[in-house]
């Protein structure tokens, strides 16, 4: 599996560099958010842009990522731009589930917003 990690303090973008997200590599993907998740990456920004077909175990992959940083950080999928993967995501209805932002730029800002909000949001819950 071919994948590229950009990290940073506030966050860590994996893009995945290969066209299918199927069963071959969805068990591999979830072994690496999984390792993200212990490292202590609080928030994940998963970029499609390559991916042109993901099928069921992809989404269970893309679910399991959610899941993990439900309570912890953000997640934040991004260029899914392919047809047949925004097909697939709506035909899931997983935007209602999902933060879905179109490019890594916007992802990236709404990362630090939401953490800005967070810090904000605990800040007022000390005084």
Known sequence: MKFTLDKTDRYTIFKLDEENLNSILAPDVKSEFVLLSNEGVRNL?????DVKYVDSSGLSAILTANRL????????????????VKKLIEISRLE?????????EESI???FMEDIEKELTAEGDDE
Not at 96 to 104: A, D, F, N, R
């Open 69 to 84: 940083w439900k309570d912890y950080g953000s997640f934040v999928l991004t260029g899914a731009v392919n047809p047949a």
């Open 45 to 49: 920004i998963l970029d499609l842009s």
């Open 96 to 104: 209602s589930i999902l933060t879905i932002i179109p490019t890594v």
């Open 109 to 111: 800002d709404y990362v």
